[in-house]
């Protein structure tokens, strides 16, 4: 707190001086950053604040990429609408959609993430926040798979679908089952998938749920799977990027899918 105090005095407070070193430091142009995914003319100096943070956030993929979606999905948030978080990790999105709840208590988020130590961090999360997670994987069929590990949680994916970010000796199973085969009570429901190459599975293993039109949106973070556009369309969504909200185009990797009215 004193650090502050000083900082405040002898730099923040002395514009002059705090100019002369911004200026050396940054320089003085116009330029174009890119924050919570928008592109903005700055200059270095009289913004430096925005350009600072616009820098740091190009090397910090949660700022530079997922800020953007989350206030975008936010946009689909109903006061009988629940959030489900396929593949929650330790549980972002969860624990901000979780916040609509203090004004709607029907509001519901349910996550599910398939790791046990991610896991266990996740419960920490929701009884902090509020919402239920869930310890099993979802897929197009109830059973029993095997995953691998990666040298950082966010990269955890099927045995069979190993690649250069696993970790080769680092395997476990789990239980996996459906979207279907939970009660989803909410007309309103947004879906998140998150899962490392399973999500045309997902999908398939929602199949009801989709044609029962109370998923509003759903938002795929990175997918490979060509079937996937296809899928969203034949039930009745149109396609975004899910950062820009412009027309999705073939293999935007970040999609948002909306159900279409009516």
């Not at 616009?54 to 979606?69: L, Q």
């Not at 995953?147 to 950082?152: M, P, Y």
């Not at 990027?241 to 999705?248: D, I, S």
Request: net charge positive; glycine share 6%.
């Amino acid at each position: 707190m004193r650090l502050i105090k000083i900082i405040d005095k002898w730099f923040f407070k002395q514009p002059a001086f705090r100019e002369f070193v911004t200026k050396v430091l940054y320089g003085a142009k116009d330029t174009d950053v890119r924050i919570f995914g928008e592109t903005l003319r700055v200059n270095t100096l009289r913004e430096n604040g925005y350009y600072r943070s616009a820098r740091f956030a190009r090397n910090a993929a949660v700022f530079r990429d997922e800020a953007g979606v989350l206030m975008n999905l936010a946009r689909f948030v109903k006061p009988d609408g629940h959030f489900i978080d396929a593949g929650a990790n330790i549980g972002l999105f969860s624990s901000v959609f979780s916040r609509f709840a203090r004004m709607h208590p029907e509001f519901g988020v349910t996550a599910f993430e398939v790791h046990p130590s991610t896991f266990a961090r996740l419960k920490v999360n929701a009884d902090r926040h509020g919402f239920q997670a869930m310890p099993v994987a979802l897929g197009e069929r109830e059973g029993r798979l095997e995953f691998v590990e990666g040298a950082v949680s966010h990269v955890t994916t099927l045995a069979t679908k190993a690649n250069a970010y696993s970790k080769k000796e680092s395997f476990f199973s789990a239980d996996c089952r459906t979207l279907d085969s939970f009660e989803w009570t909410s007309p309103n429901i947004i879906l998140k998938i998150d899962v490392e190459g399973q999500e045309y599975e997902v999908l398939c293993g929602a199949a009801q749920l989709l044609a029962s039109g109370k998923v509003i949106a759903i938002f795929i973070d990175g997918y490979e799977d060509s079937r996937i556009p296809v899928l969203l369309a034949r039930n009745g969504f149109s396609l975004l990027n899910a950062r820009t909200l412009e027309p999705w185009v073939e293999k935007t990797p970040w999609l948002l899918a909306v159900r279409q009215p009516d």
